[in-house]
């Protein structure tokens, strides 16, 4: 199969405030994406429509999981005929909790996937305050595996990525807005996610600066031996790379790790 990780740069040349700042990134994701044909998979970054480091934008640009940007991003994989990792947005519950969640489309647009970031990030600012937390692991069933979501920050956290792999997933897609002064630890958490879990992981993270916040770039796709299969620079760029899915199995098998689990850890109880 052939995936493809878009890594969208967050700069944007609109004046501060401007309203259709938002539209303009839909419609070049969309372009991007709308190229891609003949992809099996695409990834787009975190909070790229919205900006992962612009706490003052995110209540004006939430949206639902029907909103502009699910339906730029719906039509979009239905034309190229891809599975779409939306990246993730700004949404906008029922009762107005905001959340940052990651969307996942099929090849003909229809929403399959729907994941609330469990890890905040912020340390009792920014995101941990603004957002509420997801509860739920989440995997989807596709034509070429079964797929886990995650986000970012969520690649400090091991027993979510277990967890997903106990329900199943062969592949794990990480949009990221992961800040450039810790590239060293994307580097290095990307791989050794992939590696204790053996699975495909592409970790798609914008680049530019956003917010005030220079991001990492450095998008990634890494094998279930922790191999790098290929890896973007700092700048707007996609990212493609073929693999074959049966390498999952094959690693299972000849290296049964997972076979050998003996300690199941229990995430303590909230205050």
């Known amino acids: 199969m052939r995936a493809s990780l878009i890594q969208l740069s967050v700069d944007s040349t609109d004046p501060p405030g401007a309203a259709d700042s938002a539209d303009e990134r839909r419609r070049r994701a969309a372009a991007l994406v709308r190229g891609r044909a003949g992809d099996d998979l695409v990834v787009l970054p975190e909070l790229w429509a919205a900006g992962a480091w612009s706490y003052d934008r995110w209540d004006r640009d939430a949206e639902g999981v029907d909103g502009p940007t699910a339906q730029a991003m719906s039509a979009a994989a239905r034309h190229a005929g891809v599975w779409l990792h939306a990246g993730s947005i700004v949404e906008r519950d029922d009762d107005g909790t905001l959340y940052n969640t990651a969307l996942l489309f099929d090849r003909d647009g229809e929403l399959r996937g729907r994941y609330r970031k469990i890890h905040r990030y912020g340390f009792d600012t920014g995101e941990a305050t603004l957002m509420g937390g997801g509860e739920e692991i989440v995997t989807v069933p596709t034509d070429f595996g079964v797929v886990g ?123």
């Open 149 to 271: 979501l995650a986000i970012c920050y969520d690649l400090r956290f091991p027993e979510l990525f277990r967890g997903l792999i106990d329900a199943g997933a062969e592949l794990i897609a990480v949009p990221a807005a992961w800040p450039a002064a810790r590239l060293a630890h994307w580097q290095l958490l990307t791989r050794t996610r992939a590696l204790e879990e053996q699975v495909f992981l592409l970790a798609c993270c914008a680049s530019g600066t956003h917010g005030g916040m220079r991001q990492a770039g450095h998008s990634v796709a890494v094998d279930p031996w922790g191999t790098v299969l290929g890896r973007a620079g700092t700048g707007q760029e996609t990212l493609s790379v073929d693999f074959d899915m049966a390498e999952v199995a094959l690693m299972r098998s000849e290296l049964p790790v997972l076979r050998d689990r003996v300690l199941a850890v229990e995430a303590p109880a909230r205050p």
